[in-house]
């Protein structure tokens, strides 16, 4: 992350999202779930994810500030499963505020032409996890690509988990580093709007 971005004064709770993953695999249920349960999946709310995840990350409700960091390649200019959805329009520089507090949004580019997507996300983790005054720190990463996440487990590998309370999100259990562990795919269901006993119902 660039000069300005360093000089952030960042809230006690921080949301780092890789956005490209997180779309696709919103991307993958929505077809996955509309063919199991029979009905059209809209895209999933923006907010309610947003609040999902951070009540996965031990949020209770109250008057909080949280951040949340949204990466994406240059290619990508909006979350084409997700409502609000446009990076530079919708999302980046907004705010909304619910039973958990406020929230914070902020979009990134990767920068390209001088760092892959994965590690500039990575940077981004370091400086996250480098500061003294985040408490609560959730990162989605693309836990799929093995060489991005051992980069966030050797990223993590030095937090004080006294200091910083950690949690990373992947669609299922990963191998154990210095954090605690949430299946993303939780998050996404509820933000899409698929509900446990549709599911059930389908088994039966």
């Not at 919103?26 to 349960?37: C, D, G, K, Q, Y």
């Not at 005054?133 to 690509?145: A, C, F, G, S, Y």
Request: glycine fraction near 6%; proline fraction near 3%; hydrophobic fraction near 40%.
């Amino acid at each position: 992350m660039n000069n300005s971005q360093q000089e952030t004064t960042w809230s006690e709770n921080v949301i780092l999202v890789d956005a490209d993953y997180v779309d696709r695999v919103a991307f993958n249920l929505i077809v996955n779930f509309e063919r199991m349960i029979g009905r059209q999946i809209p895209k999933a709310s923006m907010a309610q994810w947003v609040d999902c995840v951070a009540l996965d990350g031990g949020l209770r409700p109250g008057e909080h500030q949280t951040q949340v960091v949204l990466i994406h390649s240059r290619a990508k200019q909006q979350m084409d499963n997700f409502s609000p959805s446009d990076f530079a329009v919708e999302l980046n520089g907004k705010a909304f505020k619910d039973h958990l507090g406020e929230f914070a949004l902020d979009a990134y580019t990767t920068e390209e032409d001088i760092t892959s997507h994965g590690d500039f996300f990575v940077d981004a983790l370091s400086l996250i996890a480098a500061q003294k005054q985040v408490k609560r720190l959730m990162v989605i990463p693309n836990t799929e690509d093995g060489y991005i996440y051992n980069k966030v487990r050797e990223a993590l590998r030095r937090v004080d988990d006294e200091e910083m309370r950690v949690t990373v999100f992947a669609m299922q259990p990963m191998p154990g580093g210095n954090f605690r562990q949430e299946i993303l795919g939780y998050s996404l269901m509820a933000a899409l709007g698929i509900r446990s006993e549709e599911i059930n119902q389908d088994i039966n």
